[in-house]
């Protein structure tokens, strides 16, 4: 397995100073527990740090995957894909309505199995999220072998507690888990939402293509945190979980998108395989400590 030195960073947000540190693995596979993240994190973890997890080795750990090559696409998907994600939101409505760059040339790009995902959209969650354009209902492309994707874990909040409690049977100290996804939280107004199906409960979910509408009229507040082992404030709920994604994107290991997936592993995206994964570190959590 390779390994990366990464320093711990100093962020700065709305005046506090905080300290992340990566917590490393290799590959959890599909149905292998997810104690390893624990494991690799008592000998650093401290009394109220928090232990932000990303929800993607949650749900592969649970055996949340779905093969899409199973799916046989319809009108109603070669629809969605083709016509209105590569053509009107790749052409006409992403650059109009400011979405990023990246994410419009991967629209363009498309390829024909994107209707098999598109399909699988529609018969998990319904059109009100396959509208979407991207990144439809939590359900990732990356960190999967080859035609894999995986859906959102089951039951983060349950999963939090339970890391929550293996802690402090373990090291005696109590330590905020939380469960993130980088798919964004909005604020519009006073309400805050999220396009996703799950979340915390003081924000609105399950909104689909409408929030994420919504969402191009409000702010974005950062990655939608989906269970926490001890509730907090959720406005500093949000900062814990922005500050931790910030680190993963600057760690120079994040597998956001499948693309990312298929430069850093240098395959064809449906040749990549669960020991191709595990060649590589992965940071599943990071903890952030306030200074």
Same mark, same amino acid.
């Given at each position: 397995m390779k390994s990366y030195k990464l320093e711990n960073k100093i962020l700065k947000d709305a005046n506090n100073d905080y300290i992340v540190i990566p917590v490393y693995t290799g590959y959890i596979k599909p149905?292998? *527990?997810?104690? #390893?993240?624990?494991?690799n994190?008592? /000998?650093?973890?401290?009394?109220?740090?928090?232990?932000?997890?990303?929800?993607? *080795?949650?749900? #592969?750990?649970?055996?949340?995957?779905? /093969?899409?090559?199973?799916?046989k696409p319809s009108i109603s998907s070669f629809f969605l894909a083709e016509i209105w994600s590569k053509y009107l939101w790749g052409y006409l409505l992403g650059p109009l309505m400011g979405m990023k760059k990246r994410t419009i040339l991967n629209l363009r790009r498309l390829p024909f199995d994107a209707r098999k995902h598109k399909k699988l959209i529609l018969d998990y969650y319904g059109w009100k999220h396959a509208l979407k354009p991207a990144s439809e209902a939590g359900v990732d492309l990356s960190n999967a072998p080859g035609t894999y994707v995986s859906l959102l874990p089951e039951d983060p909040q349950e999963i939090s507690?339970?890391?929550?409690?293996?802690i402090v049977e373990k090291i005696?100290?109590?330590?905020?888990v939380m469960v993130i996804d980088t798919d964004a939280?909005?604020?519009l107004g006073k309400i805050k939402f999220t396009s996703l199906p799950i979340s915390l409960p003081e924000i609105r979910n399950n909104m689909g293509f409408f929030g994420y509408l919504m969402g191009r009229l409000g702010s974005i507040l950062g990655p939608t945190p989906l269970g926490i082992s001890h509730p907090q404030n959720i406005d500093k709920t949000l900062q814990i979980a922005r500050i931790a994604d910030q680190y993963q994107r600057k760690s120079?290991?994040?597998?956001?998108?499948?693309?990312?997936?298929?430069?850093?592993?240098?395959?064809?995206?449906?040749?990549?395989?669960?020991?191709?994964?595990d060649s590589i570190i992965h940071i599943p959590a990071v903890i952030v400590r306030k200074v």
């Open positions: 149905g292998e *527990p997810y104690n #390893i993240i624990i494991k994190s008592l /000998d650093i973890l401290e009394e109220d740090d928090f232990l932000v997890v990303s929800e993607t *080795p949650l749900a #592969i750990s649970q055996g949340r995957i779905v /093969d899409e090559s199973r799916f507690e339970d890391m929550g409690r293996k005696g100290k109590k330590v905020i939280t909005y604020k120079g290991n994040s597998m956001e998108t499948v693309y990312d997936m298929q430069k850093m592993l240098s395959g064809d995206i449906k040749s990549i395989t669960v020991e191709m994964l």
